[in-house]
């Protein structure tokens, strides 16, 4: 009798995994790291909202540092039974409206300006000094000039949301126009390119990561515009709720207005991050565990 010990030639060498086995356990290891911080997450935010709901329920005084049943009851009464001032979704549109409005004014005037003296090195010069004082100006405290100026409807709360975004947005639109390879701008003009062309086919598209990283604060800031604009003055938005609830010592319902503004802020943010992936596909990806730092 005698035995086949030979040995098949699927696998001559089982050290060597092929590719499909590395893809498959990165994938494994990307997914229950993903699983992991979601988990973790969840953990601190569970812990963060027992320990205030016991302290509030033993220690601290409700009235001043609310709970957070206190708060959900808020939210609950304001979204199935209304507020005192109108539905919540109206309030919400309120401030959404006058934050998109403003931010997308501010955003296109701080792209121009941004790219146009980032381009002119002679008349980035000549205004710097002015650009400088203007950007020291605290201009949350211009809010209340606005109100004067223009009343408690719209356009107060949009010219607060635009000055807020226009810097965010504009520095960093100026420095991506100066950050552009200049051996890029030099081959193009060889070439026959016009001023137009560099600009529409170079200097934009060189810019554009830092004008997309920018709208990620400045919509930030457009919300904290359009929310200081109501509270110094206005007739709706949450804002105005937020105002409202510190004149009546409704701790709860400043948490809530918080908490629907903080919502909008994440929603505006996935918006805005997926519009990026969109525009900037043709940038080298990165790997998946600096993708999902902080």
Known sequence: MSLDLTVGPSNPNPRIEDEASIIARQKTRTAARRRNVWLLRLAILVAWLGLWEIAGRFW??????????????????WFTTGTDFGTIW????????????GFVLGAVAGV??????????????VLAPFIKAANAMPRIVL???????????????VATVFVLVFFAVFFNAFTGAREVDRNLIDNARILG?????????????????WILSSLHVAFGFALIGAVVGEYTGAKAG???LIANAQGTFDTAGVYAG?????VVALFAEWLISSAERKLLRWRPQVSAQASQGI
Do not use: H, N
């Not at 601290?60 to 009464?77: C, G, N, V």
């Not at 809010?143 to 709360?157: C, E, P, R, T, Y």
């Open 258 to 262: 918080m908490i629907v503004i903080m």
């Open 60 to 77: 601290i005084d409700p009235f001043f540092y609310s709970m957070p049943s206190k708060i959900w009851e808020r939210l609950t009464e």
């Open 143 to 157: 809010a209340a000039l606005f109100v004067i100026w223009f009343g408690l409807g719209l356009s107060s709360k």
């Open 238 to 240: 949450m804002g105005f």
């Open 193 to 209: 390119a016009t001023r137009w062309q560099v600009l529409q086919s170079i200097v934009l598209p060189s810019a554009t990561s």
């Open 90 to 101: 109206y309030q919400i549109l309120v401030t959404v409206e006058e934050a998109v409005i």
């Open 112 to 125: 121009i300006c941004g790219v146009i003296l980032g381009r002119s090195a002679y008349l980035a010069e």
